[in-house]
């Protein structure tokens, strides 16, 4: 199972971005979707995630300004952040809990997308 994060960059204070992470290879279920982030000096942190059912979890920092997606025929999660904050900075990973083949759920990460809020 492979991840593609794409969607990053610079943005100033209150603006927006959308975050797009697509899984791909021999994947025969998904379960979790998500991302998480990460700043300089600071341990790796979840942001959103939302289950295959649809039932989502976001962290106390971003509730009310960010929105998780997932679109199953496409095997996508998106991150729509909006009303962005210096704070927000980090690298953003986007992540998986999906099995390949007849396999167990194991846990997969992208490579990872900067995003950068000026203020």
């Known amino acids: 199972v492979q991840l593609q994060a794409s969607g990053g960059g610079l943005v100033q204070a209150g603006g927006s971005l959308r975050l797009s992470c697509a899984a791909s290879?021999?994947?025969?279920?998904?379960?979790?979707m998500g991302w998480f982030r990460q700043a300089p000096g600071k341990p790796r942190e979840l942001v959103a995630l939302?289950?295959?059912?649809?039932?989502?979890n976001y962290a106390d920092s971003v509730k009310g300004r960010f929105t998780i997606a997932r679109d199953n025929a496409k095997n996508t999660v998106y991150l729509q952040m909006n009303s962005l904050k210096p704070e927000d900075t980090a690298v953003y990973y986007c992540?998986?809990?999906?099995?390949?083949?007849?396999?167990?759920?194991?846990?997969?990460w992208g490579q990872g997308t900067q995003v950068t809020v000026s203020s």
């Open positions: 992540y998986t809990r999906a099995s390949g083949g007849y396999g167990p759920l194991k846990d997969y």
């Open positions: 290879g021999a994947i025969f279920r998904i379960d979790a």
């Open positions: 939302v289950t295959s059912s649809g039932l989502t």
